[in-house]
């Protein structure tokens, strides 16, 4: 027994994948935050000399350990930075849509009558067009500046978590625990906040890690397209998009944040299915 | 049933107006468009001139009505860029993405479904895990990123396939696959969690424990009732037919509807912005009328008519 | 002397549609019609029926958890006040009710312990030491133990969760308890434990009981007056045992046939024809009318009002002396 059956029980309950997948996003997190410690040169800085230089495992130097690109910025440097603003507006933009589906959620369980008819309909709305299709329109006519991508990220998927909330509401107040407490003369706040709140939270936290893989690839896809993160910004999306003009010649430079985001995302959905299978097992 | 039907086109037709409206104030809202063409530097006559050209100085509600009952005649306006007719110009890119968006279809169908169901009649076998293991990429690897890694590997190293481009048959291979390759991952994972729950349900059970050979029981039962959770995902693909290969044409210069709303945004064309948007809002409309007939049809609980399901 | 609860014609209707959009008709719906009784202090009234009488809007008439469509509710000579208002939330204290499901009425996240001290801390009263122990008071008057305090509802069983649900409802001392099928989601013995129960908390406390069931045996026992409810409307009140023994009104008559007894019974079941209609289409006159065995021509006309008969009971039929 002793050490080899301690061993099995840690790994039943922390599986080596979720482990893997768990430290990948540490490690993300961590170069989030780190980034202007880590990054060995200013993402933007310009080295005419060293353009196009191959990545340590393909015969480069360690100077550019991830390579450089076609102006001699360091791939590593521009990656680590990309990071950051990557995982930043999928974190806000996940943020935003879950607390407004929440809210709206809410709101329709509560009024119910055309309050509630409405906001359905928003949420067919939504439900019923590819994102990618609305965020393209509201591009073209809104222009593009940060503050208003990262709202137009945060409006991806709000309905599923508006859908969820309503209808573990409505299942609340109608004979639950909900009806009982406000009953007993709660406020409307308390029934909200204390009771039915915690109760959804779980299925929030889910959905929320289908959520976040969904908005990086968003982001990443209208940064690749020209449309998302401008320039001088970088994310990993548009480094993709500017890696692609050098795919003959310097591959590296699209291949790690192509990487990077492939990682990222299933990181975060292996994640998911685990908390998902802890946090409720009657939940498929 | 009929009544039924009646409903959801009721419903149907209003989205599309919806959608109308949307696109309309949302325009109104952004911004001068005249401002935006022509540069914000251009001299105050031919700002002026362009507005009452495109009739942007009259009323907000006029132009609103205007809108409508244009495109209730189906004149939707033309495109700033080169003054042609816009619905004509989004038309005209339909068959090229047809072309590549339909085969793909197929190809998700073809593959998709099959694995979906085999791996989930040969539960947690090797089978099983690869197919999961495989179609996870489907949804965490990017399109544009599948798409280079195939250019890289077929083009580049290979040198079998072009990599761009619309001139010969061979170069709408890569794209087919690349969208169909990320669209059967999906629908794999898909199947099997609708054929798993079903072949949980105690009628199955209760089917194989009267005598029922496991083939006989998996065609006539479970199959048939997997089929209706799978129905609304296919649907929302069909719905995709024409706006689902956006990036994928960006990334091989594919002449399509896709490649065409990039760079109308891009120019901010915002006519040719709208129709699209109108022209995918009636496909995904029309294909979720068509989804909830064949349900009616599939789901015998709602074939007789009266309130639905509940 | 006024009694604690006073309702009078009380009425609930609903504007339904029949049918989809755009194809509805406009309908309306008597969830409940012209319903009115008196409840002393420390005493109980049994509401029966079959389910969609009106039983459950009828309670939450009572307590206001339903805006009236028309009539008044008044609680010790007071009218009810608007529902969600202060006023209102005060009179939590007095008025309490108990459901059917105890485990969809907690919170499953939170000890039962905490749930019960709940309406002390939504109404502010005592301290956080006192609370618990107040709590603590209640679970002991149930007949719970203190270590339960600390449990989750889905730890415990039925019967249980239950008596937690009665703890939190008594916590704050209120003097009617308006009980809906308190005992039906119960295994048959915990029933009777249940029961008992509530009989004695209400010797012991003095509290009044509206309590509403299906179940005939159980109402019997347990109230001092019981009133029948067809379609929204009382059809027949009185004693307990004398309703029991020789109804007055064929409806009653027919239920209480339908008892199951171990003793072979001289009288045959009666047996009603048709189904329970549908509340949006209500038959003119007697609403009892199409499945009465008694029914003649005036019962099809003219609605009978809820009298008195000559041995004190009420009920509402025209043929009440003929058919007893």
């Known amino acids: ?284 | 049933m009929l009544r039924y039907l009646a409903g959801r086109l009721l419903r149907a037709i209003l989205t599309i107006f919806l959608v109308i409206t949307f696109a309309f104030f949302v325009l109104h809202l952004s911004g001068d468009p005249a401002m935006m063409i022509l540069s914000a530097d251009a001299p105050p006559e031919s700002i002026k001139a362009f507005r009452a050209a495109w009739g942007l100085d009259r009323p907000l509600w006029v132009q609103y009505l205007s809108y409508i009952v244009h495109a209730l005649q189906g004149d939707l306006g033309n495109s700033m860029r080169d003054g042609r007719p816009a619905l004509q110009l989004v038309l005209e890119r339909v068959p090229a993405t047809l072309a590549i968006t339909v085969p793909a279809f197929l190809l998700k169908l073809v593959i998709g479904i099959p694995a979906g169901i085999y791996a989930a009649l040969h539960r947690n076998s090797l089978a099983d895990r690869l197919t999961m293991m495989v179609s996870v990429a489907g949804f965490t690897v990017p399109s544009f990123v599948l798409a280079l890694v195939l250019v890289l590997v077929f083009s580049v190293q290979l040198g079998w396939l072009p990599s761009a481009g619309s001139d010969k048959p061979a170069s709408a291979i890569l794209p087919i696959v690349t969208l169909g390759v990320a669209g059967a991952a999906i629908l794999a994972r898909f199947t099997r969690s609708a054929m798993l729950e079903v072949l949980g349900q105690p009628y199955i059970r209760a089917a194989s424990a009267k005598g029922l050979q496991w083939r006989t029981v998996v065609v006539h039962h479970a199959l048939p009732n997997a089929a209706i959770p799978t129905t609304t995902i296919v649907g929302f693909m069909v719905g995709t037919l024409i706006a689902g290969a956006v990036v994928v044409e960006s990334v091989f210069a594919w002449p399509g509807i896709g490649r065409l709303l990039v760079s109308s945004v891009s120019n901010r064309d915002l006519a040719v912005v709208q129709v699209i948007l109108l022209l995918v809002a009636a496909t995904m409309v029309t294909s979720n009328i068509i989804v909830d007939f064949v349900y009616g049809w599939l789901d015998p609980r709602l074939r007789r008519g009266g309130p639905r399901g509940r | ?324």
Not at chain 1, 184 to 193: E, I, K, P, T
Not at chain 3, 100 to 113: E, F, H, K, N, T
Not at chain 3, 209 to 230: C, T
Request: glycine share 8%; charged share 15%.
């Open chain 1, 1 to 284: 027994m002793g050490v080899k059956g301690g061993a099995r029980r840690f790994f039943e309950a922390w599986p080596p994948l979720t482990l893997l997948a768990l430290a990948w996003i540490a490690a993300m997190v961590i170069v989030a935050f780190g980034a202007d410690l880590l990054a060995p040169y200013p993402f933007t800085a310009l080295d005419l000399r060293a353009r196009l230089l191959p990545p340590v495992f393909m015969g480069g130097k360690w100077a550019h350990a991830l390579g450089s690109d076609e102006l001699g910025r360091d791939v590593l440097s521009r990656l680590i930075m990309s990071i950051r603003l990557s995982l930043l507006i999928a974190f806000f933009g996940t943020i935003i849509a879950a607390a407004f589906g929440t809210a709206m959620g809410f709101v329709a369980a509560h009024f119910r009558g055309r309050t509630e008819a409405l906001i359905l309909m928003l949420i067919d709305f939504q439900a019923s067009m590819p994102f990618l299709i609305i965020a393209l329109a509201v591009l073209a006519f809104f222009g593009n500046n940060l503050a208003l991508f990262v709202m137009l990220m945060g409006l991806n998927s709000w309905e599923r978590y508006a859908r969820i909330a309503r209808g573990l509401t409505l299942s609340a107040n109608e004979q639950g625990y909900a009806a009982a407490v406000r009953q007993l003369g709660a406020s409307n706040m308390r029934v909200y906040g204390l009771h039915v709140l915690p109760n959804i939270a779980s299925t929030l936290i889910v959905s929320m890690t289908i959520t976040f893989p969904e908005t990086i690839l968003l982001e990443s896809g209208l940064s690749f397209l020209g449309l998302g993160v401008q320039p001088p910004l970088t994310s990993l999306g548009n480094m993709v998009g500017y890696g692609r003009e050098y795919l003959t010649r310097a591959p590296w430079i699209m291949l790690s944040p192509a990487a990077v985001i492939v990682l990222s995302t299933l990181s975060i959905s292996i994640v998911g299915d685990w908390l998902r299978d802890r946090l409720d097992p009657t939940l498929r």
């Open chain 3, 1 to 324: 002397m006024t009694a604690l609860l006073e309702v009078s014609n009380l009425a609930r209707t609903y504007d339904v549609r029949r049918g989809r959009w755009p194809f509805a008709k406009p309908a309306t719906l008597h969830a409940v019609d012209g319903v009115s009784f008196a409840l002393p202090a420390g005493r109980t009234l049994g509401l029966v029926g079959e389910s969609g009488c009106g039983k459950t809007t009828t309670a939450k008439l009572v307590l206001g958890l339903v805006p009236l469509s028309a009539g008044e509710v008044r609680v010790g000579g007071e009218t009810l006040p608007a529902a969600n208002s202060p006023g209102w939330r005060a009179l939590r204290r007095r008025m309490q009710m108990v459901y059917q499901d105890p485990l969809g009425a907690l919170d499953r996240r939170l000890s039962v312990g905490r749930q019960v001290m709940e309406p002390l801390e939504i109404h502010g009263l005592g301290s956080a030491a006192e609370r618990h122990e107040k709590a603590l008071a209640m679970l002991d008057a149930v007949g719970l133990a203190q270590h339960h305090f600390d449990r989750f509802p889905h730890e415990l069983s039925g019967g249980q969760r239950q008596r937690i649900v009665l703890a939190r409802a008594l916590i704050l001392d209120p003097q009617l308890l308006v009980c809906d099928e308190p005992i039906s989601a119960l295994d048959v013995s915990i029933q009777a434990q249940v029961v008992n129960l509530l009989l004695a908390l209400q010797q012991r406390l003095g509290l009044a009981y509206l309590f509403i069931s299906h179940d005939l045996r159980m109402v019997r026992q347990v109230s001092h007056e019981v009133a029948v409810m067809y379609l929204g409307r009382i059809v027949e009140q009185g004693d307990p045992d004398r309703l029991f023994a020789a109804p007055a009104h064929p409806y009653t008559q027919a239920l209480v046939s339908a008892i199951p007894t171990h003793t072979r019974s001289r009288k045959r079941r009666i047996v009603l024809p048709g189904e329970p209609p549908n509340p949006v289409d209500r038959p003119a006159g007697c609403a009892f009318h199409p499945r009465c065995p008694h029914a003649v021509e005036r019962c099809r006309i003219e609605t009978p009002a809820l009298r008195t008969l000559a041995d004190g009971r009420r009920a509402a039929c025209h043929l009440a002396e003929q058919i007893a």
